[in-house]
């Protein structure tokens, strides 16, 4: 090999030793920001809750932190009747529910199940649902509408969550008018 093959060939191997170890050794530009493989983990929380299928109770431990807090208003009622607070609040508000015939959850038939967008950003992942619903001034139509639940997640476990459930007249007052 002439020499100056050589150089170039070395002098390729260096640049190429240098530029790796320059990404290996390089600061994170945002520290404390999750790495995607972090991120796809919190994705997989939020999924894998909602294809739970389980005990409440089971469910609750599993994937929620002791001292979760759930923002959906229905579920803040049951806080109130419940005393309790955190995951076990979660868990006995949906008790005292099904037994009034309560419906926390009411989307009007979008079903929470294989999400068409899923996002995670920081400590923050957000699932957005598809459904078909029937239109309220022709029922002989349909039309496409959307759901969304938001998490927080802390240290692998739902900390927060949001949804679009709104309080509406009468939703308190199950079948046997409790």
């Known amino acids: 090999m002439p020499s100056t093959e050589r150089v170039s060939w070395a002098v390729a191997a260096v640049?190429?030793?240098?530029?790796?170890?320059?990404?290996?050794?390089?600061?994170?530009?945002?520290?404390?920001?999750?790495?995607?493989?972090?991120?796809?983990?919190?994705?997989?929380?939020?999924?894998?809750?909602?294809?739970?299928?389980g005990p409440r109770d089971v469910r609750a431990e599993r994937f929620m932190t002791e001292d979760y807090v759930q923002h959906n208003p229905r579920m803040l009622r049951m806080d109130e009747i419940t005393g309790a607070?955190?995951?076990?609040?979660?868990?006995?508000?949906?008790?005292?529910?099904?037994?009034?015939?309560?419906?926390?959850?009411?989307?009007?038939?979008?079903?929470?199940?294989?999400?068409?967008?899923?996002?995670?950003?920081?400590?923050?992942?957000?699932?957005?649902?598809?459904?078909?619903m029937t239109d309220p001034d022709d029922p002989a139509r349909t039309y496409e509408a959307f759901a969304f639940e938001t998490v927080r997640i802390r240290d692998g476990r739902m900390a927060e969550h949001w949804d679009q459930v709104t309080l509406a007249p009468g939703w308190m007052t199950g079948p046997s008018g409790d």
């Open 85 to 132: 607070s955190g995951r076990q609040a979660w868990i006995e508000g949906f008790e005292v529910a099904q037994r009034r015939g309560i419906r926390i959850v009411e989307l009007g038939g979008i079903p929470l199940r294989d999400p068409v967008i899923v996002m995670a950003e920081g400590d923050l992942v957000t699932a957005i649902y598809r459904g078909e």
């Open 15 to 53: 640049a190429t030793i240098a530029a790796a170890v320059a990404v290996a050794t390089r600061p994170d530009p945002e520290p404390g920001r999750p790495s995607q493989a972090e991120l796809e983990a919190n994705k997989r929380i939020l999924l894998d809750f909602f294809s739970f299928d």
